[in-house]
């Protein structure tokens, strides 16, 4: 079945650290996402990739860094940079066309500053 | 500024009757598209309903049906016939045609469906 794979589902990093957060699909999309979720604030922007070798910062991109070197991957690196990196992050994906607005999420993962 | 504005932060219902949850956004675009999306405890996020702004008829998918109304902005999800899978939290969603890569959501309504 298509879908989003993301990894780890659960990360708990030290402050200071990177980390990096995995996404990978097989929808054969163009267009990935990647959103953070906290309580009471709904779903934010951080970048997104409408191509490959192609990304826009979007709401909140300060503190993270993503690649799209390859069509089905678009990984995020949470930096040391980032003041406040404990939440959910969600990636999405949406195909070219009459339903390019339409998102598919993987399941997200969890990250945890110590 | 916030684009989409959920104002019921929690909602309950009885199971098999009727729950109508609300959305208002602010917009100066003409043309966009608003959705619903259901995020179980799984946290798996996924479209509920779609509605084009240029589409006067109201969307439906099943048991949930919007009520749209594009001069006041409003965009509320009625889920009829409830059932203890439609616990979620559902959060309202706007694009705009313009820039179809940037979708703004509201902050979320939990929904607890009582047994």
């Known amino acids: 079945d298509g879908g989003i794979t993301q990894s780890p589902k659960y990360l708990f990093r030290k402050e200071g650290q990177n980390v990096t957060l995995s996404c990978e699909q097989n929808l054969n999309h163009d267009a990935m996402y990647w959103y953070r979720q906290d309580p009471g604030q709904g779903l934010r922007l951080i970048y997104y990739?409408?191509?490959?070798?192609?990304?826009q910062k979007g709401d909140i991109a300060e503190g993270y860094s993503v690649s799209r070197e390859k069509k089905e991957s678009f990984p995020l690196t949470v930096t040391s940079a980032q003041k406040n990196p404990t939440a959910f992050y969600l990636c999405?994906?949406?195909?070219?066309?009459?339903?390019?607005?339409?998102?598919?999420f993987g399941a997200g993962s969890r990250l945890t500053v110590l | 500024a916030q684009t989409v504005t959920q104002s019921q932060p929690e909602m309950s219902v009885q199971e098999a009757e009727t729950v109508t949850l609300s959305c208002t956004y602010d917009t100066s675009e003409s043309d966009y598209y608003l959705f619903w999306y259901k995020q179980p405890p799984s946290r798996q996020m996924i479209l509920v309903i779609r509605q084009e702004a240029y589409k006067q008829q109201n969307a439906t998918e099943n048991r949930f049906s919007v009520n749209f109304q594009k001069a006041a902005k409003s965009f509320s999800l009625k889920i009829s016939d409830s059932q203890l899978g439609d616990a979620a939290m559902y959060f309202c969603a706007y694009i705009p045609r313009s820039n179809d890569y940037k979708l703004s959501f509201g902050a979320g309504t939990t929904v607890t469906v009582r047994a």
């Open positions: 999405a994906s949406s195909a070219p066309g009459p339903g390019a607005n339409v998102l598919t």
């Open positions: 990739s409408q191509i490959v070798n192609d990304f």
